[in-house]
């Protein structure tokens, strides 16, 4: 399973795969694989570095 960001309001979720719709501002919007893969998350399921517009 995948954490993905909403690119408009910024919004979490971890799926397998984004919808088409934000659960939360209610748009059709890109959402952003932030799940980590790098060390540097210390065993946080997403990136901090990785950010949403909202």
Do not use: H, R
């Not at 919808?19 to 890109?30: A, G």
């Amino acid at each position: 399973m995948a954490s993905w960001i909403c690119d408009k309001c910024g919004y979490n979720l971890e799926a397998d795969k984004p919808p088409e719709k934000c659960p939360s501002c209610n748009q059709e919007c890109s959402f952003v694989d932030n799940s980590c893969y790098t060390p540097d998350c210390a065993g946080k399921p997403n990136d901090p570095q990785i950010k949403g517009e909202g």
